[in-house]
């Protein structure tokens, strides 16, 4: 167990629809990580960017080499590595988030609330399952980007508390307020922190990104922020004995109604 956990925000704008492209560029913002984090976490669609054109992204082919590169990386820098990507399954394709370990092991989440404004719903399936994962004594929750929206689907739990929430999004730069004050809401609510990592740039379908990709602590207090606007891999660290004893003076998870998904 590590009471301390670095945890890395990958911040930069994809070139549509190219995986190799995107994968190659990482690769050079990875290489500054070797050795010195704990937790690597890539924006929504990192790979591709938030494109509805599966016939190009969502293959087989495209998966597997996403999922091996994620994999290498996760060996040569010593860290989780997690983000989500087209990835597909027979017919199906999902917005999965993978979450890597070093030794190879990936476990992933599939986005449960797709984005009808951009028509989601029609070429990606929804994911039915919660997941948490356990990583150097931390329990961690992935969601990806408009889950963020529903705090129900974010709700902690007295039972098996986690204690980061991180949220890899696509959130354009219009709806930036929104984005921050969610992420700080789920923060307060759930007593933990919350890992927001979004992109820059303007994507293939003319929206504008700045990022804003910040981690926000259990007392709704900013514990790192990448600068908006900017192509970059920022680290921060964490504090578990910090949360915990937070959580020992102001009990609110004690209190929770008792109702799960």
Known sequence: MSDTLTVSLVQYAPHWEDVQSNLSRLDVLFRSLAGKTDLIILPEMFSTGFSMNTGRTCNGENSAAVLQWMQQQAQSTGAAVTGSIAAAEGVRCYNR????????VAERYDKRHLFTMSAEPQYFTAGAEQKQFSWRGWQIKPIICYDLRF?????????????????????????????????????????????????????????????????????????GQVPENEAAAVSFDLSLSALRNFRQKFPVLNDMDEFFF
């Open 151 to 223: 705090p129900e689907w974010c709700r902690n739990n007295r039972i098996r508390p986690y204690d980061l929430l991180i949220c890899p999004a696509s959130w354009p730069a219009t709806r930036s307020d929104v984005w921050l004050t969610l992420l700080k809401a789920r923060a307060l609510e759930n007593q933990c922190y919350v890992a927001g990592v979004n992109r820059v740039g303007t994507d293939g379908n003319g929206l504008q990104h700045r990022g804003d990709s910040v981690i926000y602590g259990p007392k709704g207090e900013i514990a």
């Open 97 to 104: 988030l993978y979450w890597v370990n070093p030794d190879g």
